[in-house]
T-cell receptor
Framework: AQTVTQSQPEMSVQEAETVTLSCTYD???????LFWYKQPPSRQMILVIR??????QNATENRFSVNFQKAAKSFSLKISDSQLGDTAMYFC????????????????FGQGTILTVHP | ETGVTQSPTHLIKTRGQQVTLRCSSQ?????VSWYQQALGQGPQFIFQ???????GRGNFPPRFSGLQFPNYSSELNVNALELDDSALYLC?????????????FGQGTRLTVV
């Protein structure tokens, strides 16, 4: 079984500044994926970034990067140069990895962090 | 926007009734997963359908059931609705066994049970 915990119910940041969202997880799997999803008021869940647990290098996607600490089971999301459009609920999630290296598509989500970007 | 569509977008039902929610998957995807998202919470995995068969279930009672059709679209059925079933129901399609592991979500169906 997997568990994901997000301990920050709400965060706020000024436009153009940097913010870090925290996530811890627990899993008995040796191979797994970690994800950050964004859910704006439109309700559409959008993938922000993903990390394969076997990769030591932290994933980056433009302004988004992660700090993956496997031993500590920590997976934080850093958003640089925050934009008004980043305002959304952010979810950390995990999934097991199949033998072929793909995700099972059975995600375990955290409780979410509401991020508000102020002008 | 993704190619995953859900219908209806909103629904109001009475306690004890039955409801069917629908999801059409992204073109080329063979798997649909359903999630229940209570207000202010993270989504919880209900079950997954792969090649028309249930392929894993979360901690949900049997009154939550589903189907997947040959075109990989899917239905979620909930019998004997309870007030606590009020939630946003999300479906996500993915290609299990393929090179790309990303799951694409629909916009959800908001179910209110009164």
């Amino acid at each position: 079984a997997q568990t994901v915990t997000q301990s920050q119910p709400e965060m706020s940041v000024q436009e153009a500044e940097t913010v870090t969202l925290s996530c811890t997880y627990d899993t008995s799997e040796s191979n797994y994926y970690l994800f950050w999803y964004k859910q704006p008021p439109s309700r559409q869940m959008i993938l922000v970034i993903r990390q394969e647990a076997y990769k030591q290098q932290n994933a980056t996607e433009n302004r988004f990067s992660v700090n993956f600490q496997k031993a500590a089971k920590s997976f934080s999301l850093k958003i640089s140069d925050s934009q008004l459009g980043d305002t959304a609920m952010y979810f950390c999630a995990s999934d097991s990895m199949q033998a072929g290296g793909t995700s099972y598509g059975k995600l375990t989500f955290g409780q979410g962090t509401i991020l508000t970007v102020h002008p | 926007e993704t190619g995953v569509t859900q219908s209806p977008t909103h629904l109001i039902k009475t306690r004890g009734q039955q409801v069917t929610l629908r999801c059409s998957s992204q073109s080329g995807h063979n798997t649909v997963s359903w999630y229940q998202q209570a207000l202010g919470q993270g989504p919880q995995f209900i079950f997954q359908y792969y090649r028309e068969e249930e392929n894993g279930r979360g901690n949900f009672p049997p009154r939550f059931s589903g189907l997947q059709f040959p075109n990989y679209s899917s239905e979620l059925n909930v019998n004997a609705l309870e007030l606590d079933d009020s939630a946003l129901y999300l479906c996500a399609s993915s290609l299990v066994g393929g090179a790309d592991t990303e799951a694409f979500f629909g916009q959800g169906t908001r179910l209110t049970v009164v």
